[in-house]
């Protein structure tokens, strides 16, 4: 595997919502390191983690490869999602420290904007280690 061929693996997988072909893109002792703080390894906490992204709808993930070697890969992503639950925007707003969106009992739910920059590093067809930083905020109407 390439940080190209896991770039496509990780887009199709975000947009379809699929925990499962997530975990497929790592070594069974895989890691994903989703923030400095937090780190999902081997494919049962891969699988759960994932599962928060059924929290989202009409996902669009985009995503440019900025560097590249044999074993190690950084790219470039960007994804918007309409929020789909009010598990999810709370989630959401724990994670920012903030309350970036005043809303009252009966608001519409936002649509997300994600900005982020993800390494990679291969051994063999599968990630043996993934690292994101990302930053998140609501899209302006």
């Not at 199709?12 to 890691?31: H, I, V, Y």
């Not at 996902?59 to 490869?65: L, N, T």
């Not at 599968?126 to 930053?135: D, F, G």
Request: glycine share 6%.
């Amino acid at each position: 595997m390439d940080i190209e061929q896991f770039m496509r693996g990780y887009k199709s997988a975000w947009e379809q919502r699929d925990e499962k072909a997530f975990a497929a893109l790592f070594a069974p002792d895989g890691e994903y390191h989703n923030t400095p703080f937090a780190t999902q390894r081997g494919q049962t906490q891969l699988e759960a983690y994932w599962c928060r992204v059924k929290l989202q709808e009409d996902v669009r993930f985009d995503y440019e490869v900025l560097a590249a070697t044999p074993d190690t890969g950084l790219a470039h992503w960007h994804v918007r999602y309409q929020v789909a639950s009010e598990e999810l925007f709370q989630i959401w707003a724990r994670s920012t420290g903030t309350n970036l969106i005043a809303r009252r009992p009966g608001d519409p739910l936002p649509r997300m904007v994600l900005d982020g920059v993800l390494q990679a590093e291969f051994d063999g067809a599968l990630c043996k280690c993934c690292r994101i930083w990302w930053h998140s905020q609501p899209m302006t109407p």
